[in-house]
């Protein structure tokens, strides 16, 4: 069964740092594209960042560009943003997310609430 | 970017009745890179169709999607309770992957 958790939310200042984690069992992590995905409040869901099975291509929305980079350790099956410059704007429920075979996000973790503010 | 909206933002319906959401993209879309998905207040988003048409796993057949080009449609024929939930369209571009704003499906 495929599980994806994310841990590393929390409270912080705005222009304060950040690194969130998602820890993928139950599928070869090492072959999937991931990618993060967010949410703030009352608001619908935002694309973050995608990045390739081998961390050679990383992509990201431009709300977030020069600020947040995506990373994975594959022989720890884990996926991480590093979050830098935080904004107020950047409070969210941050969801990590598998990309399916087909273009999909077949499976994606409970998420995680980051919370910008002084 | 491709920008993709939906409409209406909120849907009023009653259970049994047929509901039809639409996504409208910006430039026209491969219906392959499609992809449709139901989100309930504090669950996880749930995948429920791929390819324009494909249903997921356990996604029952009252979902079905239609559709080409810049316009698709998101149809349930006979709304169950269960079905009342917040719909995402989704389009994967050759980098950067955009969400509609949503449609919000509640009870009447």
């Known amino acids: 069964e495929v599980h994806l958790l994310e841990s590393g939310g929390g409270l912080v200042q705005p222009g304060g740092s950040l690194r969130l984690s998602c820890t993928a069992s139950?599928?070869?992590?090492?072959?999937?594209?991931m990618n993060w995905v967010r949410q703030a409040p009352g608001k619908g869901l935002e694309w973050v960042s995608v990045?390739?099975?081998?961390?050679?291509?990383?992509y990201y929305a431009d709300s977030v560009k020069g600020r947040f980079t995506i990373s994975r350790d594959n022989s720890k099956n884990t996926l991480y943003l590093q979050m830098n410059s935080l904004r107020t704007e950047d409070t969210a429920v941050y969801y990590c997310?598998?990309?399916?075979?087909?273009?999909?996000?077949?499976?994606w973790g409970q998420g995680t609430l980051v919370t910008v503010s002084s | 970017e491709i920008v993709l909206t939906q409409s209406p933002g909120t849907l009023s319906l009653s259970p049994g009745e047929r509901a039809t959401l639409s996504c409208r993209a910006s430039?026209?879309?491969?219906?392959?890179?499609l992809a449709w998905y139901q989100h309930k207040p504090g669950q996880t988003p749930r995948l429920l169709i791929y390819?324009?048409?494909n249903r997921a796993t356990g996604v029952p057949d009252r979902f079905s999607v239609s559709g080409s080009g810049t316009d698709f449609t998101l149809t349930i024929s006979r709304l169950e309770s269960e079905d009342f939930a917040v719909y995402y369209c989704?389009?994967?571009?050759?980098?950067?992957?955009?969400f509609g704003q949503g449609t919000k499906l509640e009870i009447k």
């Open positions: 997310a598998k990309r399916g075979e087909d273009p999909c996000f077949d499976f």
């Open positions: 139950g599928f070869s992590f090492g072959s999937y594209v």
């Open positions: 990045i390739s099975s081998t961390s050679g291509n990383t």
């Open positions: 430039q026209s879309v491969d219906s392959s890179s």
């Open positions: 390819g324009a048409s």
């Open positions: 989704q389009q994967f571009g050759s980098s950067a992957v955009t």
